[in-house]
Structure formats: C-alpha cells, structure tokens
C-alpha cells in the first residue's frame, strides 16, 4: 500500500518499480477521490509519496497518463475482485468481457457482488462518482474513458440479464417497480 500524507504515515522503502506505480496509484486515489482531476496536484503526490515530481512523471508521462493509469489499475482490480467473488476465470489481462467470450454470471449474483464490494470501498465509489461527473466535459481527459466504461459494464450487464432469462428492460415498469421496492423497505 503506498504512503499517504493524507493518512499521516510514512515509510521510506526500496520498492520495484511495479511495487512503486501501484503505491503512487493507490495514493492518486485517495487525491482523486477528493479532489477530482481538475483538483488533482502533482506535487501533492510526490510529496505523500516522498518523492519528485519528475519521479511521479517518469511512471506516467503526465497528469493525463496518471489518470487513465489509475482508471486502468481500478478496473482491473475491481474486476479481479468481483471475478474472485463470483468464482469465475479472469479474462485474459484483466479486460472485460469481450462481445464472443460466454458471460459467466446472471445479473443477480453480479450484481450482488458489486453492491458488497462497493460498500467495503466507498472512497473508490466516490472516486468513480466524481470523476465521471468531471468526464461529461469532452476536454476532460476521461471523457473516451467513460464512454466506451460504460459501453463494456451495460454489455456485461445485458449479458448477464440474458442469463438469468431477465424480461427486456424496454418493457419493464419502472416506476411500478421503484414503488415495489420502496414499499418493502419502508414498509
């Protein structure tokens, strides 16, 4: 795990180079989370990172290379998590699921397994929130990021509704079924 001025501890260790891109995105995560990207400061991390900002910048070309690295190593681990969970083979580099490849699960364990793991993690919840959001904006770095994020999760998602023989979202009720359910816990 990397050190964080943010979490008040530091320790000075040799660490691979892969060990250090891991510790500085886990750092950039807890800024991001806060800050956003238009918020985030280089300098900021290098220094919770005890080290310079050319250091940061050698790992990642740039502030936008540092970005996309980060959203990347997330998605990754996020789905090697979930996959773990669910007990089911990582796709090959630790890429969604291609439109060819069988999709293992049904959205009812999908995404009951992402709703338990977001509640363990809500700083990357608040990450994906905010950064999305910044993303709308076609200048933001993230902007071809989300778009095609959301492309592969809605396919995952379709995929694993056709699973579990799910009816076709077109011809559901939505405000019936948000009634139902806010009946249940309300009740």
């Known amino acids: 795990m990397g050190t964080s001025a943010m979490a008040g501890t530091r320790?000075?260790?040799?660490?691979?180079?892969?060990?250090?891109?891991?510790?500085?995105?886990?750092?950039?995560?807890?800024?991001?989370?806060?800050?956003g990207f238009w918020g985030l400061r280089l300098r900021e991390i290098a220094v919770a990172e005890d080290m310079t900002e050319a250091g940061l910048l050698y790992h990642f070309g740039?502030?936008?290379?540092?970005?996309?690295?980060?959203?990347?190593?997330r998605d990754k681990t996020d789905r090697a998590a979930l996959y773990g969970e669910l007990g089911v083979p990582m796709p090959e580099g630790g890429e969604a699921v291609s439109?060819?490849?069988?999709?293992?699960?049904?959205?009812?364990?999908?995404?009951?397994?992402?709703?338990?793991?977001?509640?363990t993690q809500p700083e990357i919840v608040?990450?994906?929130?905010?950064?999305?959001?910044?993303?709308?904006?076609?200048?933001?770095p993230a902007y071809e990021y989300f778009r095609n994020r959301e492309q592969w999760v809605m396919?995952?998602?379709?995929?694993?509704?056709?699973?579990?023989?799910?009816?076709?979202?077109?011809?559901i009720d939505l405000v019936e079924e948000w009634r139902l359910l806010i009946d249940r816990i309300l009740a």
Not at 126 to 140: I, T
């Open 62 to 73: 740039s502030k936008e290379g540092l970005l996309l690295a980060l959203l990347d190593y």
């Open 155 to 171: 396919r995952e998602y379709t995929r694993a509704a056709a699973n579990d023989h799910a009816a076709d979202p077109e011809h």
């Open 126 to 140: 608040r990450l994906y929130c905010v950064l999305e959001g910044e993303s709308l904006s076609r200048n933001h």
């Open 99 to 119: 439109d060819t490849d069988p999709f293992p699960v049904g959205l009812r364990d999908l995404t009951m397994v992402t709703t338990k793991r977001n509640a």
């Open 11 to 35: 320790t000075k260790t040799t660490m691979t180079a892969q060990e250090r891109r891991i510790s500085i995105l886990d750092t950039t995560t807890q800024f991001v989370a806060q800050h």
